[in-house]
């Protein structure tokens, strides 16, 4: 039988090619798509059982309990804050890392500094700020494509942008951002279509809307959600309409 011979350098490319395989786990873009829809399917399902109603308060209002838990020197911070900005505080009451602490304190810090100087001098509107629960990374990049990213990881979170005050209807969207921590830099920032909460089918509840979102340099995203949500009440047919604008310290 007659041997093929391949040339040493062939057996060397070859032996470097499967090295590579081994050595990269390259995702593919449906791979990549099945497992973010499947992680914002789970981080509905975990935001409908741990939320917190957001509860936004006037300008120069800060709540008496939040003493209890800031200091002196953080306190003086939400002040300051809270005379431009109508804040929700109820973030305090879920789970904080240090870390995650550390990185809002920096952030207000420097919002309060140009509120201090004047640069910030009118009312922002609503600024929210997410507990560790409320944050989902909904994608893990392969190494190579994560060092060409800069390290941007994938996150997303579920926003309810309105309730109906009587019926157990609300009607919530997705927020999906990518970030880096260490330049605080946003980019692929995208609020889905609105989507209708509820465990009453009977309703027929389905809602019609538009949602958008932009990414501000003080480290929050500003968001925007509008439209009409229609049901029906015994058999009777209803609709409301609704306008949601916030702003979510990442």
Known sequence: MKKIKFPLFLVGMLVALVACEQDYDFVSDSDVLEANEKSISALKMRSASAEIVPLYMALDSVPEWVKREVTSEQYELWKILSSKYEIDYSFMKGQLTEKRKAHIYSGISRICTDISNGKIDKPMGRLRFLRDEDIMKISKLERLSKEESGNFDSYSTVLQVFSHPRLDIRVKTVLSYSYNKESKEARNINMGSPYVDTDDLKMGASVNGQS????????YISVSCAGTLSYYDNGVYGS???SFNDSVYL
């Open 240 to 242: 409301n309409d609704f």
């Open 212 to 219: 958008q979102a932009n990414y501000n340099d003080y480290g």
